[in-house]
C-alpha cells in the first residue's frame, strides 16, 4: 500500500529566504508525481506535475524534483514571499489506478 | 483551461437532512471525476471515482449508500450526503480528469458541509 509522507510538517521562514519541502513514498512504482498549494478552506492549485520518466519539472520560483528509485521528491522555492503562505500537498498515481494518495502536508507561513 | 467548479462553496443543515454537492468542469469533458474528503489539518483522502454512466467504486470504509455518487454526464457528477449527521461535517472536494493516459487531476474549489 502507497503511503507518501511530507516532512517538515510545518515551516516558519523570513520573506526572502530559499526553501525544501520533502516528500517521501514507499512505494516507487509511480506514474506521476504532483505538487499542490492549497490555501486555508479553499481548494488544491496545482503546481507542477512530473511524470515518472522526468527528473524535474520548473515553474517560475519553483523548481521540483524527483528521484523514483529513493522514492522521493523535493518541492524547491526560491526567494520566498508572504504570498506563499499555503499548505504544500505531494501526490502520487501509479501505473494501474488513476487514484492519487496524498501526502500529510507542509504548512509554509512566510513572514515579512 | 481546466476548470473545475463546486456548488455549493457553503452549506449549513439540520440533523437528518440529505444534502447534495455539484462538481462541474467548465471548459472540458471529465473521463473520470473523484471525490475527496478533508477533515481540518489533515490531507485529502478520496471517497470514491465515478467514470460517467457508470457505478461509482467506493474506497473501503466508505458507506455507498451514504454518500450517493452520481456521474451524469461528462462534465456533472453530484455527490449527495444522505441523512447527514455532525460527524460528516468535513470539507468536500471534487477533481476531473480529462485524458486518463496522462493522468492528471484538475480540483474544484471544495465544499464545507456543517451538519448541526
Known amino acids: 500500500k502507497q503511503e507518501v509522507t511530507q516532512i517538515p510538517a510545518a515551516l516558519s521562514v523570513p520573506e526572502g529566504e530559499n526553501l525544501v519541502l520533502n516528500c517521501s513514498f514507499t512505494?516507487?512504482?509511480?506514474?506521476?508525481l504532483q505538487w499542490f498549494r492549497q490555501d486555508p478552506g479553499k481548494g488544491l492549485t496545482s503546481l507542477l506535475l512530473?511524470?515518472?520518466?522526468?527528473r524535474e519539472q520548473t515553474s517560475g520560483r519553483l523548481n521540483a524534483s524527483l528521484d523514483k528509485s529513493s522514492g522521493r521528491s523535493t518541492l524547491y522555492i526560491a526567494a520566498s514571499q508572504p504570498g506563499d503562505s499555503a499548505t504544500y500537498l505531494c501526490?502520487?498515481?501509479?501505473?494501474?489506478?488513476?487514484?492519487?494518495?496524498f501526502g500529510t502536508g507542509t504548512r509554509l507561513q512566510v513572514f515579512p | 483551461g481546466a476548470v473545475v467548479s463546486q456548488h455549493p462553496s457553503r452549506v449549513i443543515c439540520k440533523s437528518g437532512t440529505s444534502v447534495k454537492i455539484e462538481c462541474r468542469s467548465l471548459d472540458f469533458q471529465a473521463t473520470t471525476m473523484f471525490w475527496y474528503r478533508q477533515f481540518p489539518k489533515q490531507s485529502l483522502m478520496l471517497m470514491a471515482t465515478?467514470?460517467?454512466?457508470?457505478?461509482?467504486?467506493?474506497e473501503q470504509g466508505v458507506e455507498k449508500d451514504k454518500f450517493l455518487i452520481n456521474h451524469a454526464s461528462l462534465t456533472l457528477s453530484t455527490l449527495t450526503v444522505t441523512s447527514a449527521h455532525p460527524e460528516d461535517s468535513s470539507f468536500y472536494i471534487c477533481?476531473?480528469?480529462?485524458?486518463?493516459?496522462?493522468?492528471?487531476?484538475?480540483f474544484g474549489p471544495g465544499t464545507r458541509l456543517t451538519v448541526l
Open positions: 501526490a502520487v498515481s501509479s501505473y494501474n489506478t488513476d487514484k492519487l494518495i
Open positions: 512530473i511524470q515518472s520518466s522526468q
Open positions: 465515478s467514470n460517467e454512466g457508470s457505478k461509482a467504486t467506493y
Open positions: 477533481s476531473a480528469s480529462r485524458d486518463p493516459s496522462y493522468n492528471e487531476q484538475f
Open positions: 512505494d516507487s512504482a509511480i506514474y506521476n
